[in-house]
């Protein structure tokens, strides 16, 4: 995973994004929110935008992500916690939000290894469209075709965004 030291230079930044629609993001956010409709895993979850809007929706939301800093600034009622995606993890949630989150990771496979084993509906990845240059905080950028193949053997639909995002639907 790269340095992701954005927490500890802007602090609780996603809220400020979704209030603003920076970078069209109340789209994407909302794609996320209105796919799933149980419980649910936040993959990368920051300070818990999706968290907490999923918790208004009424749903059981759990938010994982590896940076100690984004974990401290959710707001306390959320159920963040900080976790390496690396490692095993035992619960079982229907839905599996990756939104911004697999452009990230040394082992992307991780994604559909967390899918494979603990998510028993549907899986939403939203990811930025690949641009001539890599950007500081991405490992890889993933184009449609690439999303598609990490989830070979289920059913997948792709999301077309805009110019800047896109991402996939995973159904088992």
Same mark, same amino acid.
């Given at each position: 995973?790269?340095?992701?030291?954005?927490?500890?230079?802007?602090?609780?930044?996603?809220?400020?994004?979704?209030?603003?629609?920076?970078?069209?993001?109340?789209?994407?956010?909302?794609?996320?929110?209105?796919?799933?409709?149980?419980?649910?895993?936040?993959?990368?979850?920051?300070?818990?935008?999706?968290?907490?809007?999923?918790?208004?929706?009424?749903? &059981?939301?759990?938010?994982?992500? !590896?940076? *100690?800093?984004?974990?401290?600034? +959710?707001?306390?009622?959320? $159920?963040?916690? @900080?976790?390496?995606?690396?490692?095993?993890?035992?619960?079982?949630?229907?839905?599996?939000?990756?939104?911004?989150?697999?452009?990230?990771?040394?082992?992307? &496979?991780?994604?559909?290894?967390? !899918?494979? *084993?603990?998510?028993?509906?549907? +899986?939403?990845?939203?990811? $930025?469209?690949? @641009?001539?240059?890599?950007?500081?905080?991405?490992?890889?950028?993933?184009?449609?075709?690439?999303?598609?193949?990490?989830?070979?053997?289920?059913?997948?639909?792709?999301?077309?965004?805009?110019?800047?995002?896109?991402?996939?639907?995973?159904?088992?």
């Amino acid at each position: 995973m790269t340095d992701f030291d954005k927490y500890r230079e802007r602090g609780a930044y996603h809220y400020d994004w979704y209030d603003k629609n920076t970078f069209t993001y109340c789209t994407t956010v909302n794609l996320c929110v209105d796919f799933c409709n149980g419980t649910t895993l936040d993959v990368g979850c920051g300070e818990g935008l999706i968290v907490d809007l999923l918790q208004q929706k009424g749903l &059981e939301v759990t938010g994982i992500d !590896f940076e *100690q800093v984004a974990v401290d600034l +959710a707001l306390p009622e959320l $159920d963040i916690r @900080q976790a390496d995606i690396y490692e095993a993890m035992t619960e079982k949630w229907e839905y599996m939000v990756c939104h911004n989150v697999i452009e990230h990771l040394t082992k992307p &496979e991780r994604i559909r290894e967390i !899918f494979d *084993q603990n998510i028993t509906k549907a +899986a939403i990845i939203i990811t $930025d469209m690949p @641009q001539l240059e890599l950007s500081k905080y991405h490992i890889k950028e993933f184009t449609p075709k690439e999303l598609k193949d990490i989830f070979s053997g289920w059913r997948v639909e792709p999301i077309s965004i805009n110019k800047d995002f896109h991402g996939i639907k995973v159904y088992k």
